[in-house]
């Protein structure tokens, strides 16, 4: 391999400077701010770019005009800076740049006094990169009293606040040059905390390290309702709260009191509904009013903002909210992590509003409340954010169940796809470790080619290593801020990304990748060699083993964690031979040797024909499960005969089923199947996806895929618990990948694709599929059992047969 000196992006050199309004709070919490500058260039603009930064979100206008939205969220020592080609937004004479800043959180991170704080970083250069404005004390900022501060939280790490916006308290005209901002204050000037002389980034605040974007601006849409799941009417209560989600999942009746008219007309591109609240209360002997609401159907999961064109009387109240699913029919969102809901608050006339963050939902309901003049709305809109996604890989068959599994997979990876990746858009909006690296890394390759966002995300997770040299369960925010979540660690995760950076090295072929986060990888590895025991073999893990949500044995010895560790071994010692690194390739077989020569004496149950789940103080375990035996099938501690003979023990020997078996959760489906497939039982892997998430998922009206089995509980030992699980979960999304890759047989062999290994099934349906890679598409036919294949010229294909 090349050797390539410093892998990692060049700083630029900022003119500018980070800026907040003076009257906030340092360490305030869900606070919006205002930033205005005008300036006047001489002659017609050509070549301008604008560098743009906040914590820990802005919108930027240049005359009125929106250029965009940012940055990516991150945590303020990998604090990202985004990048806009200005030709066609400045003009000659006076321009004005107007700014909204989001500040979500003012959490402490790095040192005990210090705090998380909201900022603005702005600079705009000319075609010779000479700086002509930059954020500093010249610049007007001020608190933007239209959002209310201090709103509920109910949770997901990236915007975790109600949104209540009171339009009548919004400056009319304040993006625009001509607005007199001359009440305005000026901007105070961010510095260090350790030496306050300096105010240059990256010294000044808390933002140590600012790096580019690597990744394209999200793509943008709109969507229509695609229907009206039901209008109703509400006794109107006072809740002195600003958690929203009791008034919008109140119980409400068919509208007697209230108007709520030609609601359908919400579904159309023309036409407007009216509402309005009741009047019988002005009768003194009618004791309530009655709130009219309207509950629409997007027809799918979106990602989306929600915008409204109306026009009412000020000081009426639009309460908005999101939900995946209906219950029992019914919008109730008044449950732990569901009561996601905005607050809009009307001017007088027409007007539009679109929220500052997207949620994501399929049902939106609107609840008008202080409404005793009509309310007419002329459109609701959700507003598509999502990654811009080329449609490269397709999967096609005669099997109906199969490409409909197939869809709402790959549906849900789009969904977890935006300025990051993340376990589901609905509730945390997390980029959790695990469930990217095992899951939605090599979904994306499969669905889509791209390379980009897997990038992003497995550097951004090498930023979050604790000094246990683990990972950090979640990196698109500041994870050393919150709850000390280095005690709380999965470890099970960070070998996952062990595994990850290797597929996308193989699929990639980024070199400079590979040097920049292999250092990491030694470190997680290193962490682990403290746990073995005198057989090498990984004993009481301590942190949160979690494997899935499954009940698992995870203590002493622990039968899937140890083949996990096995793998990742497997996954370094590539990894280090592609290095150069022979220390740590002999170290890792070495310990591969080991490992395998004691796994089966130690963990193996003979009386019952398979692996215990774990081995405690010398004693199997009574608890055995999928992850605990086919885990080692996909890891190859087992030689082909006994892992065939595994596979028909646990799938199809009715016996071990009366015992404490347990069944793998869609996460862990990403060994199970490849491990099917690995012995020659695709015919098994196939019937699994089509009973589990045919029957379960796509039976049940599913649009994309959901977190567990089951809809609305989790199995937890023996007890069913009642939980709304999310309906747009990544980590259970598999099956796209694997009705790609797996069905083709595809094994990396030279890093970027350069040779591949293939072995396309034969199955008993007819079917056609694309492997999109960085040299072109893969593309395979399967008809009564021949095989035609196409791949690029610049690609070396073997079969796996030699």
Not at 358 to 379: D, E, H, M, S, T
Not at 517 to 527: E, F, G, H, N, V
Not at 681 to 688: E, G, K, N, T
Request: aromatic share 12%.
């Amino acid at each position: 391999m090349k050797t390539q000196i410093l892998p990692h992006p060049r700083p630029r050199h900022w003119e500018a400077q980070w800026i907040w309004p003076s009257m906030a709070q340092v360490n305030e919490s869900n606070v919006y701010c205002y930033f205005r500058r005008t300036f006047d260039l001489e002659r017609e603009p050509e070549g301008y770019s604008l560098f743009v930064s906040a914590d820990r979100f802005y919108r930027v206008f240049l005359n009125g005009a929106l250029i965009g939205d940012g940055p990516p969220p991150s945590a303020p020592w990998y604090h990202y800076y985004d990048e806009y080609d200005l030709s066609n937004g400045l003009r000659k004479g006076t321009n004005c740049f107007a700014v909204i800043v989001y500040h979500v959180s003012a959490q402490p991170f790095g040192d005990a006094d210090g705090r998380g704080r909201g900022g603005l970083l702005l600079e705009v250069t000319d075609s010779r990169n000479a700086t002509v404005l930059q954020s500093d004390a010249g610049w007007r900022a001020c608190l933007a009293e239209p959002w209310l501060r201090n709103t509920y939280e109910y949770g997901n790490v990236v915007a975790p606040h109600v949104e209540c916006f009171d339009a009548r308290r919004e400056p009319e005209g304040w993006r625009e040059a001509g607005f007199d901002d001359h009440l305005w204050p000026t901007a105070h000037t961010i510095t260090s905390r350790r030496r306050p002389d300096c105010d240059a980034p990256p010294a000044a605040g808390p933002w140590s390290k600012l790096v580019p974007r690597e990744i394209p601006f999200m793509s943008s849409d709109t969507l229509r309702p695609q229907g009206v799941t039901y209008t109703e009417e509400s006794v109107d209560l006072k809740l002195n709260t600003t958690n929203l989600a009791p008034g919008l999942s109140m119980a409400g009746k068919p509208v007697k009191y209230a108007r709520c008219e030609q609601p359908e007309n919400l579904c159309k591109e023309e036409g407007a509904a009216v509402f309005q609240g009741s009047l019988e209360h002005l009768n003194l002997d009618f004791g309530s009013l009655y709130s009219p609401a309207v509950v629409l159907d997007f027809g799918r999961i979106v990602t989306a903002r929600v915008r409204l064109s109306l026009d009412g009387p000020a000081g009426a109240i639009v309460d908005i909210g999101y939900a995946e699913r209906l219950v029992d029919g019914r919008f109730n969102i008044c449950v732990d992590g569901a009561a996601i809901a905005d607050r809009y608050i009307l001017k007088d006339g027409r007007q539009v509003f679109e929220t500052f963050t997207w949620k994501a939902f399929r049902y939106l309901k609107l609840r008008f409340r202080k409404c005793p003049r009509p309310i007419n709305v002329q459109g609701v809109q959700a507003v598509i954010s999502t990654y811009p996604y080329e449609e490269r890989g397709e999967f096609h068959s005669d099997d109906e169940t199969l490409n409909g599994v197939f869809e709402i997979s790959k549906a849900t990876v789009r969904l977890c796809s935006n300025d990051f990746l993340m376990d589901t858009p609905w509730r945390e909006k997390a980029q959790w470790l695990g469930d990217n690296a095992l899951v939605t890394v090599p979904t994306i390759h499969s669905c889509f080619g791209d390379t980009a966002l897997p990038r992003k995300f497995l550097i951004q997770a090498g930023q979050h290593q604790f000094p246990t040299g683990l990972l950090a369960n979640v990196s698109n925010f500041n994870s050393q801020a919150r709850h000390k979540t280095w005690t709380k660690v999965i470890p099970d995760y960070s070998l996952w990304w062990i595994g990850a950076v290797l597929d996308q090295f193989l699929y990639a072929g980024d070199e400079g990748l590979l040097h920049r986060l292999y250092p990491q990888a030694l470190r997680i590895l290193d962490t682990h060699l403290d746990y073995l025991n005198d057989r090498m073999l990984i004993e009481n893990m301590p942190y949160w083993v979690l494997l899935d949500w499954a009940d698992v044995e995870k203590n002493g010895v622990c039968t899937a964690y140890n083949a996990i560790f096995y793998r990742a071994l497997e996954c370094l010692q590539q990894l280090a031979q592609f290095k150069g690194d022979q220390y740590t390739a002999g170290l890792t077989g070495d310990l591969r040797t080991a490992m395998k020569a004691a796994f089966h004496a130690v963990l193996f149950d003979r009386k019952r024909g398979c692996y215990a789940d774990a081995n405690i103080d010398g004693v199997l375990s009574d608890k055995i499960s999928e992850h605990g035996n086919m885990t080692p099938v996909w890891a190859g501690l087992c030689d082909q005969e006994q892992a065939r003979e595994l596979v028909s023990t646990v799938f199809e020997d009715g016996r071990i089923h009366k015992v404490a078996f347990t069944e793998a959760q869609p996460f862990y489906m990403a060994v199970v199947l490849p491990a099917l497939a690995r012995v020659g039982r695709f015919d098994l892997a196939l019937d699994l996806i089509r009973r589990r998430w045919g029957k379960r998922m796509l039976d049940a009206g599913a649009t994309s895929v959901f977190e567990t089995w089951e809809a609305n509980g989790r199995w937890t030992s023996e007890e069913f618990t009642g939980l709304l699980n999310s309906h747009s979960h990544a980590w259970s999304a598999c099956p796209a990948d694997f009705l790609i890759r797996h069905l083709l047989g595809i094994k990396i062999l030279e890093p970027g694709c350069k040779r591949i290994e293939m072995a396309p099934q034969r199955t008993d349906f007819n079917y056609q599929v694309v492997f999109p890679t960085p040299r072109g598409n893969i593309k395979v036919h399967c008809r009564e059992g021949n095989v035609n294949l196409s791949f690029p010229d610049s690609m070396a294909v073997e079969s796996s047969d030699g």
